[in-house]
């Protein structure tokens, strides 16, 4: 009987044990141990390539698979879920759990516990079916990150989990309108995610996957500059991406960036030497495969494979020092929401702006600022023809922030609303530092109600996409914009307050050393006292002769103090401490002071790649201040293009634009600064770090696009 009572309690101890080992998710927690895992990048194609890099794969037994986006190309056929059993069920089912398919390769996942984790490329939006503009069909098919392990971000598109030593981060890098609801620029809240979730990682690594490659070599899509994140400051260790099929290493900002899109798709080609992007150290596009990536506790070895001879290594790269934990930043400070004191009409539309009471918008009240039709265009865009949409401005809003403040970001408050729904009307926004010789890109509210309702645009970590500092915000300096558009243009807005709040940091301060005399007092200061001492004192007494004593002690003393001070006091004073018998006081002052010699910190494009206009622009920003330029200051350096020459300077301050004719045929251009630029700062400093070849380069295509849709597929030409 007491043995039948223990074998049950041990039997009842096991189950336990078993359904605690068996059912407890993994939760986002550092896990220490040796991991394997592959990484492969726009593979969906169902075809010889794809099953070639799936058969690599399977042979290195990996504990789990990452995918860097485009997992179902229109060419893998199928319908609804059966597109994903076809690209994706059919040569990773050993790695699959509990998938949704209708399909036949993979009817059921073969793993226990999830194995395969993709992210989101354009051709999972655009091939394979969307409802409301998200990827329904990827999100119906995955369950991501799948039982048993736990994501912080709750939905499927951009997601995190554990896994060994790896704390990985996926997100959602496809940009088209509505595609993201949490957006994916560096001040979206998706970002704010991944900031947030990677100073709060715990884990040895922390790897991030970006489908859209914020770095490229490639010729087709390149770098993709607004998936350009501080990922190194925000305590990555390294950065995964597919989209531009062809493999790449590319070392940037302390961290290492991969491009990975060989996973089965045809191979794309590299742009000519000279243009490879800054830090790029590895290049392959010779044939489709993909990464072996193996963590442990002390080391990320990264390996790409090809699938010739079943694989073969190409490249191997190491890292043995895991990720700085995120340096604090300085408390964030607001100036609360700032009331405008002016107001114009801009030209356009109707030409009349918020013609009744404009002054309503100067504050939370009940006159509202009204503009009666929104012009003579019917477009819903902030963008496009804007010569037929009402536009006004509003200034003077009194900030008060402190000289050398870091600005953090702006955001724009309208209490707003319109007459109807009908049209889609939206109201549009766009600031400027520099009293409107350059303007941001405009951002829009929703689709305005009938009642007043607040809409919020930017936010506490948004720039804009422009730089700004404190002498930004001054009356004679910061402009902002309303453009009201609506299909019908019959459509009335209304707005009761336009407001402002801007937050920053203060300067952190640097101790300066005071400025101050020093006496050196020695430890002792000598008297010299000289006291001759014969040696004898003679005494020559005779014989019954009186005694005369001949004494002779002369001392003489002398004193020798001397206490010169010299005390000349410029700053800085460097003072130098001695035990001489005297007290000086030592200065030494520079003869020189460095000179602040401005150099050129980045050029960007400012249009949107690949281009086909005749004209485009590059944002230039500068260290400081700078004065002279004009076109004689820049030269282009480009491939294919005939023709293209640099037709305009407009700006002030660090940030100007330059405007560059893009001439004919197709190719590269990118704006240089040569040697013989005469462009100085306001002191006549020139500039230094020339020629400067580092900028952005725009890839040029203005041969036309079609698109032919068959059932096999896509076809380009």
Same mark, same amino acid.
């Given at each position: 009987m007491k043995r039948l009572g223990f074998a049950f309690a041990f039997a009842t101890i096991l189950f336990v044990v078993f359904f605690i080992s068996t059912n407890t998710p993994r939760l986002v927690e550092p896990q220490s141990s040796v991991i394997t895992f592959a990484a492969i990048g726009d593979y969906g194609v169902n075809n010889s390539s794809e099953a070639a890099v799936a058969n690599m794969v399977a042979g290195w037994n990996p504990e789990l698979v990452i995918t860097l986006g485009d997992n179902y190309y229109i060419e893998a056929l199928g319908e609804g879920s059966q597109e994903y059993d076809m690209a994706v069920g059919k040569y990773y089912c050993a790695f699959l759990k509990d998938i949704t398919t209708a399909g036949t390769f993979c009817p059921v996942g073969q793993a226990s516990v999830n194995r395969f984790f993709p992210a989101l490329g354009d051709h999972d939006y655009d091939d394979a079916g969307t409802t409301n503009g998200l990827p329904t069909t990827y999100t119906d098919y995955f369950n991501l990150p799948g039982g048993g392990y736990t994501s912080s971000s709750n939905n499927e598109r951009y997601y995190d989990f554990v896994s060994g030593p790896v704390h990985f981060f996926v997100l959602n890098s496809y940009d088209a309108v509505g595609a993201e609801p949490d957006g994916n620029d560096s001040a979206s809240v998706q970002a704010q995610w991944l900031q947030t979730q990677l100073a709060a990682s715990t884990s040895i690594w922390n790897l991030v996957v970006v489908p859209d490659p914020p770095y490229s070599s490639g010729i087709v899509h390149g770098s993709t500059t607004r998936m350009q994140w501080p990922f190194a400051q925000w305590g990555a260790d390294a950065v995964l991406s597919g989209n531009e099929h062809l493999y790449e290493r590319i070392l940037k900002d302390g961290i290492v960036y991969f491009v990975n899109g060989l996973g089965g798709a045809s191979t794309y080609p590299f742009v000519e030497p000279p243009l490879y992007v800054v830090g790029s150290e590895f290049r392959y596009n010779a044939d489709r495969g993909a990464q072996r990536i193996t963590a442990s506790d002390t080391a990320l070895t990264f390996e790409f494979y090809s699938i010739g001879n079943g694989g073969t290594?190409?490249?191997?790269?190491?890292?043995?020092?895991?990720?700085?934990?995120?340096?604090?930043?300085?408390?964030?400070?607001?100036?609360?929401?700032?009331?405008?004191?002016?107001?114009?009409?801009?030209?356009?539309?109707?030409?009349?702006?918020?013609?009744?009471?404009?002054?309503?918008?100067?504050?939370?009240?009940?006159?509202?600022?009204?503009?009666?039709?929104?012009?003579?265009?019917?477009?819903?865009?902030?963008?496009?023809?804007?010569?037929?949409?009402?536009?006004?401005?509003?200034?003077?809003?009194?900030?008060?922030?402190?000289?050398?403040?870091?600005?953090?970001?702006?955001?724009?408050?309208?209490?707003?609303?319109?007459?109807?729904?009908?049209?889609?009307?939206?109201?549009?926004?766009?600031?400027?530092?520099?009293?409107?010789?350059?303007?941001?890109?405009?951002?829009?509210?929703?689709?305005?109600?009938?009642?007043?309702?607040?809409?919020?645009?930017?936010?506490?970590?948004?720039?804009?996409?422009?730089?700004?500092?404190?002498?930004?915000?001054?009356?004679?300096?910061?402009?902002?914009?309303?453009?009201?558009?609506?299909?019908?243009?019959?459509?009335?807005?209304?707005?009761?307050?336009?407001?402002?709040?801007?937050?920053?940091?203060?300067?952190?301060?640097?101790?300066?050393?005071?400025?101050?005399?020093?006496?050196?007092?020695?430890?002792? %200061? #000598? $008297?010299? @006292?000289?006291? &001759?001492? =014969?040696?004898? /004192?003679?005494?020559?007494? *005779?014989?019954? +002769?009186? !005694?005369?004593?001949?004494?002779?002690?002369? %001392? #003489? $003393?002398? @004193?020798?103090? &001397?206490? =010169?001070?010299? /005390?000349?006091?410029?700053? *800085?004073?460097? +003072?130098? !401490?001695?035990?001489?018998?005297?007290?000086? %006081?030592? $200065?030494? @002052?520079?003869?020189?002071? =460095?000179?602040?010699?401005?150099?050129?910190?980045?050029?960007?494009?400012?249009?949107?790649?690949?281009?086909?206009?005749?004209?485009?622009?590059?944002?230039?920003?500068?260290?400081?201040?700078?004065?002279?330029?004009?076109?004689?200051?820049?030269?282009?350096?480009?491939?294919?293009?005939?023709?293209?020459?640099?037709?305009?300077?407009?700006?002030?301050?660090?940030?100007?634009?330059?405007?560059?004719?893009?001439?004919?045929?197709?190719?590269?251009?990118?704006?240089?600064?040569?040697?013989?630029?005469?462009?100085?700062?306001?002191?006549?400093?020139?500039?230094?770090?020339?020629?400067?070849?580092?900028?952005?380069?725009?890839?040029?295509?203005?041969?036309?696009?079609?698109?032919?849709?068959?059932?096999?597929?896509?076809?380009?030409?």
């Open positions: 290594l190409q490249d191997t790269y190491t890292l043995t020092t895991p990720h700085n934990t995120a340096t604090p930043a300085p408390p964030t400070i607001t100036t609360g929401w700032n009331n405008p004191g002016e107001q114009t009409t801009t030209s356009g539309g109707d030409g009349n702006g918020f013609e009744i009471d404009p002054v309503g918008a100067f504050s939370d009240g009940d006159v509202f600022a009204i503009d009666v039709d929104s012009g003579t265009s019917a477009t819903t865009s902030c963008n496009t023809d804007t010569s037929g949409k009402d536009t006004h401005r509003y200034f003077n809003y009194n900030f008060s922030i402190p000289t050398g403040a870091t600005i953090k970001g702006i955001q724009v408050r309208l209490d707003a609303m319109a007459d109807s729904a009908v049209g889609d009307p939206k109201m549009c926004v766009s600031i400027s530092p520099n009293n409107g010789q350059l303007y941001s890109a405009w951002k829009n509210t929703p689709t305005l109600g009938t009642s007043e309702t607040t809409y919020l645009v930017g936010s506490a970590i948004n720039l804009w996409g422009l730089s700004w500092s404190a002498d930004s915000f001054t009356n004679n300096n910061f402009r902002l914009r309303i453009r009201n558009v609506s299909s019908n243009t019959e459509s009335d807005f209304s707005l009761d307050w336009v407001s402002v709040n801007v937050s920053y940091s203060n300067a952190t301060a640097t101790p300066v050393p005071p400025t101050s005399t020093y006496t050196l007092t020695p430890s002792n %200061t #000598p $008297t010299i @006292t000289l006291t &001759p001492t =014969p040696t004898s /004192t003679p005494t020559d007494t *005779p014989t019954n +002769t009186p !005694t005369p004593t001949d004494t002779s002690t002369p %001392t #003489p $003393t002398f @004193t020798f103090t &001397p206490t =010169p001070t010299y /005390t000349f006091t410029p700053s *800085p004073t460097f +003072t130098f !401490t001695s035990t001489s018998t005297s007290t000086s %006081t030592f $200065t030494f @002052t520079p003869t020189s002071t =460095p000179i602040d010699y401005p150099i050129i910190r980045n050029s960007t494009r400012a249009n949107t790649n690949p281009a086909s206009a005749r004209s485009l622009n590059f944002n230039l920003t500068f260290s400081k201040p700078v004065i002279n330029l004009d076109t004689n200051d820049f030269t282009l350096a480009s491939t294919g293009v005939t023709g293209a020459s640099v037709s305009g300077v407009s700006g002030s301050g660090d940030t100007y634009v330059v405007t560059v004719n893009t001439g004919s045929g197709n190719g590269t251009i990118r704006l240089d600064v040569p040697n013989t630029a005469t462009i100085t700062d306001l002191a006549g400093n020139p500039l230094s770090g020339l020629p400067y070849i580092n900028g952005e380069t725009y890839d040029i295509n203005k041969t036309i696009t079609r698109h032919i849709h068959c059932r096999a597929g896509w076809m380009d030409s």
